[in-house]
């Protein structure tokens, strides 16, 4: 099991910067991946960026070169710097782990998601 909670989001101008933090706690060293999404109201969820255990990263082509994200393993923590904000950003903002457990000769891959929070940009 793994527990995810996300703090960070809030009312910025465009252009604007925030900060997004993901707190993982349980069986960490079952997480393979950590990954930001987001859903704006009407729209499904998509994916902003993820960071594998090696390092490598993916960005959506909507944030690339504006948004970075990182783990720090010491702290259990991944974040998603985001600068140059824009108003199409605005969306609720999710965290997921994604979890590798090897057993009885096979490997099982689980996602878990946290709660969610607001980023809001205004123009």
């Known amino acids: 099991q793994v527990q995810l909670v996300e703090s960070g989001g809030g009312l910025v101008q465009a252009g604007g910067s925030l900060r997004l933090s993901c707190v993982a706690s349980g069986n960490i060293f079952s997480i393979n991946a950590m990954g930001w999404y987001r859903q704006a109201p009407g729209k499904q969820r998509e994916l902003v960026a993820v960071?594998?255990?090696?390092?490598?990263?993916n960005y959506a082509d909507s944030v690339k070169g504006r948004f970075t994200i990182s783990r720090d393993n010491a702290k259990n923590t991944a974040y998603l710097q985001m600068n140059s904000l824009k108003p199409e950003d605005t969306a609720v903002y999710y965290c997921?782990?994604?979890?590798?457990?090897?057993?009885?000769?096979?490997?099982?891959?689980?996602?878990?998601w946290g709660q969610g929070t607001q980023v809001t940009v205004s123009s």
């Open positions: 960071i594998f255990s090696g390092g490598s990263t």
């Open positions: 997921n782990a994604h979890t590798i457990i090897k057993r009885t000769g096979r490997t099982i891959g689980y996602d878990y």
